[in-house]
């Protein structure tokens, strides 16, 4: 019930990159859900993990090789996040490693884990092990789309963007997938995400260049207010188009950096759009604050309201909600007094209290789209923040309460 997505028909290749996609029944019979990413010689790569305390083992491990030296390999597997599983969960990582590594002739910490599904659970190793022969025997540059789909879980609509531009007369792709709908709040990237490039990038300017590109996208999603324990987003550059992101103050390097986000922001609203059960993608434009902080407060007060959300189900212009939200997003002397809200062009709030000329049948009109605008204007200075979330619905129960069964 995904709100006003689709799938990519396509997506194109990277040079450098191979994908490869097993059905592995990890979890579920008959689905792709084993995904291998070979990478060639001499890419480099950038990430992003979750700050949640509880980090899954394969956060732990990628986190650990990546320090050590470039990876060769990205392992995906969904159907258990290998989170909450103590020391057996760090050698069963470990152990899928060493097998990608005995296949694709490198070394263990060459080789990425990720893991997305049941918390709490142990990764019957055994599966992906013996779905590896199938992903390295799949491994193809047009692998993309069919990685996306076997990177999803509660997700109902598989999430790619690409972007190619012109850099000296040469060009550039940029392609990524993404997979999530629920447990979504990130503060680092969302569920899982891998981008690459065939553009060569150093490692320190990547890092840099996917930091900015992720508080722009990821960091700006909410769907329920939960940060995953396995959350991760890669940015892999493999330098194969022969053109060289030289200086952050080049023009190659901010058309690459635009392009960039471009990706990760098409992603990210993917994500929202296919929040579990959502009926409404929304979006959330915080204006005027003395800091950007104070735009963030609010926009993730707002954002992770039950309130306003299932307000926003049932398309029901509930201002009330919105002022209460803003209100306990914690802005030290807040002058309510100088605060509007518009709804779409609609001021239903002006001056902290309801718009004069503010009618019920304006407000209803515009809750009734499948996509809605609530924009704040704090009038405390010139910092401001966009958000996208969705809404509530009987599904996102439905979909929650049943994950297990």
């Not at 986000?261 to 098409?266: A, P, Q, S």
């Not at 704090?378 to 509530?392: I, K, P």
């Amino acid at each position: 019930m995904a709100v006003e997505l689709v799938a990519p028909a396509s997506l194109p290749s990277v040079r450098g990159v191979r994908v490869g996609v097993a059905r592995a029944h990890i979890k579920k019979p008959d689905r792709r859900d084993l995904v291998l990413m070979e990478l060639a010689p001499g890419t480099v790569c950038a990430a992003t993990f979750t700050t949640n305390a509880f980090c899954a083992a394969p956060v732990v491990l990628a986190r650990r090789h990546l320090q050590v030296r470039s990876p060769r390999f990205l392992l995906v597997n969904t159907g258990y996040a290998n989170a909450g599983t103590g020391e057996r969960g760090m050698a069963d990582a470990q152990t899928c490693c060493e097998a990608v590594a005995v296949r694709g002739a490198c070394r263990a910490d060459e080789v990425l884990p990720f893991s997305t599904g049941v918390i709490g659970e142990f990764l019957p190793t055994d599966r992906v092990v013996n779905g590896l022969d199938a992903a390295f025997g799949n491994l193809s540059p047009d692998g993309w789309l069919e990685a996306a789909q076997g990177i999803m879980t509660t997700d109902t609509v598989a999430k790619g963007a690409s972007r190619r531009i012109e850099i000296d007369g040469k060009t550039v792709t940029i392609t990524g997938i993404a997979k999530g709908a629920g447990m979504i709040a990130p503060n680092m990237a969302t569920m899982l995400a891998f981008i690459a490039t065939d553009a060569g990038v150093s490692q320190p300017s990547l890092q840099k260049l996917l930091g900015r590109a992720v508080e722009q996208s990821f960091n700006r999603v909410i769907v329920d207010g939960d940060m995953s324990t396995n959350d991760a987003c890669v940015l892999a550059a493999t330098g194969q188009s022969g053109v060289a992101i030289g200086s952050e103050s080049s023009d190659a390097c901010r058309d690459f950096e635009s392009a960039l986000t471009d990706v990760c922001v098409r992603l990210a609203q993917a994500i929202v759009r296919d929040g579990e059960g959502a009926t409404k993608f929304v979006t959330l434009d915080i204006n005027g604050g003395a800091t950007l902080e104070e735009c963030r407060q609010v926009g993730r007060a707002i954002g992770t309201s039950p309130l306003i959300k299932t307000a926003l189900f049932a398309s029901d212009p509930n201002w009330g909600r919105i002022l209460a939200a803003i209100g306990r997003a914690g802005l030290e002397g807040l002058a309510i007094d100088r605060v509007d809200v518009y709804l779409g062009d609609v001021c239903i709030v002006n001056g902290g209290m309801r718009a004069s000329n503010y009618t019920e049948a304006a407000g209803q009109a515009t809750m009734n789209r499948p996509e809605v605008a609530i924009r704040v204007e704090l009038a405390r200075g010139g910092h401001s923040a966009t958000y996208w979330t969705c809404d509530f619905s009987y599904d996102y129960v439905r979909i929650n309460a049943e994950y297990r069964t």
